[in-house]
């Protein structure tokens, strides 16, 4: 527990940290990748040179310290940390290399203003939080140890097969490479996989897009132009190679409950939303699925999506085409709009809402789902960005 002389110099020293927070993160990671290129692994290098990490860690550093007596309205911030870490395999040694760089980063960017008084109340405030991250992460890492089928740390997997499902989406089967189960998971989550590419390690999590089952994983991988990942996924890794897999993580997950389900998704946020449908769709509840793409071509599912709303009534498909050809034949075309949404949902609006897709499309989402009056703790969303880029306050 923090001391109230403590907790009196980190509310009296925010107001500078919030003025200089992407001051202090733009120097934290060039300082820290320089003194530990180690860690650099566990960092997605287009996110930083795009800003985003930077940003996001400046966003969560000023809501820590402004809600420092008051850490529970963190609980669902706090979570998210939690899975991503998990599913990167973040360890306790790397804690203590992210403290001694960002308190460093604190004291150059603020000067004299740091007093060493100040410096160790940030200290205490981090190991704080620091301390919490870890065993919730201990926990997790142990529960999925113990899972029938599951592991901790990294476990190898054969890619069995690939699979094009559009013209820049490809799947890959995953099965174990000692050939005993795998272990369930909640459909909506993600896995992390541990490459080496040219020489260089590097992480990514990417969405599990079929149901849980005990004989393999699969994920589905769109190609970014200038992807390295995604381009030597698509280009180099071939059925028969063996991949290094993390357990999976994620609180994007589907509920348990008997609610209606509106998946709303753009392009490759297809993934965890098929997941979600492929379990759910022995089941009565009403499925609503709306789907946003530029044409056919780059429409992963649409056949399979198709087929199983024909077997199952209870699945109600709508595809939304802004660049549909002749052939098409879309629901729609154009973007998703407000006036869809409240026409496919109905007057219940009391419904699992969830969506995912590129950051103009879930900015358009997040402002839809109030004017909905769907309940705020019915609306289900992962992003990668800075929470107020979706118009979401921080501390939230």
């Keep these: 527990m923090l001391t109230q002389?403590?907790?009196?110099?980190?509310?009296?020293t925010v107001p500078a940290v919030s003025v200089h927070a992407n001051d202090i993160t733009a120097h934290f990671y060039p300082l820290m990748f320089r003194d530990y290129p180690e860690v650099k692994r566990f960092f997605n290098q287009s996110n930083q040179a795009g800003n985003a990490q930077p940003k996001a860690l400046a966003n969560a550093l000023v809501a820590y310290a402004g809600n420092i007596e008051n850490l529970s309205v963190l609980e669902a911030a706090v979570n998210r940390i939690v899975n991503k870490h998990v599913s990167l395999n973040i360890l306790p040694e790397q804690y203590a290399i992210v403290g001694e760089c960002l308190l460093k980063s604190i004291k150059a960017v603020l000067g004299d203003a740091a007093t060493d008084a100040v410096i160790e109340a940030w200290g205490q405030a981090y190991w704080q939080l620091a301390d919490l991250l870890i065993a919730a992460e201990e926990a997790a890492y142990?529960?999925?140890?113990?899972?029938?089928?599951?592991?901790?740390?990294?476990?190898?997997?054969?890619?069995?097969?690939?699979?094009?499902?559009?013209?820049?989406?490809?799947?890959?089967?995953?099965?174990?490479?000692?050939?005993?189960?795998?272990?369930?998971?909640?459909?909506?989550?993600?896995?992390?996989l541990v490459l080496n590419i040219d020489g260089e390690e590097t992480r990514r999590q990417y969405s599990l897009s079929d149901a849980p089952n005990s004989e393999f994983l699969r994920i589905s991988v769109k190609r970014e132009e200038g992807?390295?990942?995604?381009?030597?996924?698509?280009?180099?890794?071939?059925?028969?190679?063996?991949?290094?897999?993390?357990?999976?993580?994620?609180?994007?997950?589907?509920?348990?409950n008997?609610?209606?389900?509106v998946l709303v998704t753009g392009g490759v946020g297809i993934t965890p939303a098929i997941s979600m449908l492929n379990s759910l769709k022995a089941t009565n509840r009403p499925i609503h699925f709306i789907h946003a793409a530029m044409n056919t071509?780059?429409?992963?599912?649409?056949?399979?999506?198709?087929?199983?709303?024909?077997?199952?009534?209870?699945?109600?498909?709508?595809?939304v085409y802004s660049h549909a050809t002749a052939e098409c034949q879309p629901d729609a075309t154009g973007f998703i709009n407000l006036a869809m949404l409240e026409e496919k949902i109905g007057d219940d609006r009391d419904v699992e809402f969830y969506f995912l897709g590129p950051k103009p499309f879930m900015q358009a989402m997040n402002s839809f789902a109030p004017k909905l009056r769907i309940p705020a703790e019915n609306v289900h969303f992962e992003f990668f960005g800075p929470a107020e880029d979706l118009n979401i306050a921080p501390a939230a």
Excluded: C, M
Aim: charge should be neutral; charged fraction near 20%.
């Design 5 to 12: 002389q403590t907790i009196d110099i980190i509310k009296a």
């Design 297 to 319: 071509k780059v429409h992963a599912f649409r056949d399979h999506v198709t087929n199983l709303a024909a077997n199952n009534a209870n699945i109600k498909p709508y595809f």
């Design 258 to 261: 008997n609610k209606p389900v």
């Design 227 to 256: 992807g390295a990942v995604s381009n030597y996924l698509h280009n180099r890794v071939q059925a028969g190679d063996t991949l290094r897999v993390l357990a999976p993580a994620g609180d994007f997950i589907l509920k348990d």
């Design 142 to 192: 142990t529960a999925n140890a113990e899972k029938e089928g599951g592991w901790r740390g990294e476990r190898e997997f054969k890619v069995t097969s690939k699979v094009a499902e559009s013209e820049n989406i490809t799947s890959f089967y995953l099965t174990p490479a000692d050939g005993q189960p795998v272990s369930s998971f909640t459909p909506g989550q993600f896995i992390g």
